[in-house]
Structures are given as structure tokens and as C-alpha cells.
């Protein structure tokens, strides 16, 4: 279940319990801390390379929020990312919801995903589709 410490596309292994998810959450971030240590990074985190085609880019903000940019090849996915974040489908790419989700999120996700990625820059282009924080 760890990440890789490289840039490069890992293979999913499918999470069936929150304790997996948490497992999982934990490793990767863990690896991604070890990575960003030397390297000047922002809007890090991990893609989630979708089986069915597209990209869900996440990130964890410092005020305890989740980010999301689900790529429009990806948007078939938004009825089971609300549903297992908790959260109404927003009317932008970017999503918002708070980090305590975040198990349920990748749980629920994780039958969709074919391979994951760490990532060290992403945007999340804020300036073009900001949406508003969800609850």
C-alpha cells in the first residue's frame, strides 16, 4: 500500500475498510513529507488516475480543507466523490471539503482508481475556477 517516493504511477490495490484507508492516507503522506523535504514544492499531493478515464488531483490545506481537481474526463466520477466526501457536487472543477472526509473519500473512491501518482506542483487553477469551501 506505500507510495512511491517518485513521481511515477503506482498501481492501485483496491481498499476494502477504513483501517486500509487510513493505512493508506498515512504511507502516503509519510512518503510525499519525506519527498517534499528538498525539493521547493506547492500544491502537493497524489493523483488518482481514474480506470474509467481521468484524474482527480488531491491536496490538503494547512486550514484543515481538502482540495480536489477532477479533470472534465474525470467528471463521470462527481456523483461518487459527493457521495463519499459528503458533499454537494460544486459547480466548478475544484472541490472543497473538510479533511475529516478524507477517509471516506478515498474509501469510496477507491474501487474507481487505477493508479495513483505524487505530485509535487499542481495549481489547482484557483484563479480560473475558485469555488467556494463546502460546509
Request: charged share 15%; glycine share 6%.
Amino acid at each position: 500500500m506505500r507510495a512511491s517516493m517518485s513521481p511515477k504511477p503506482v498501481a492501485w490495490m483496491h481498499l476494502l475498510t477504513p483501517v486500509e484507508a487510513e493505512a493508506w492516507i498515512d504511507n502516503f503522506n509519510r512518503d510525499l513529507q519525506q519527498c517534499i523535504r528538498n525539493v521547493n514544492a506547492g500544491g502537493y499531493g497524489v493523483c488518482f488516475s481514474l480506470a474509467e478515464g481521468g484524474d482527480i488531483y488531491l491536496h490538503t490545506t494547512s486550514e484543515g480543507h481538502a482540495l480536489l481537481d477532477v479533470t472534465p474526463d474525470a467528471q463521470w466520477a462527481a456523483p461518487v466523490i459527493a457521495a463519499a466526501a459528503n458533499v454537494p457536487q460544486p459547480n466548478a472543477q475544484i472541490w472543497h471539503f473538510p479533511d475529516a472526509n478524507l477517509v471516506q473519500f478515498v474509501l469510496g473512491l477507491s474501487s474507481l482508481v487505477a493508479s495513483t501518482t505524487m505530485v509535487l506542483r499542481h495549481d489547482f487553477n484557483r484563479k480560473q475556477r475558485r469555488s467556494a469551501p463546502e460546509r
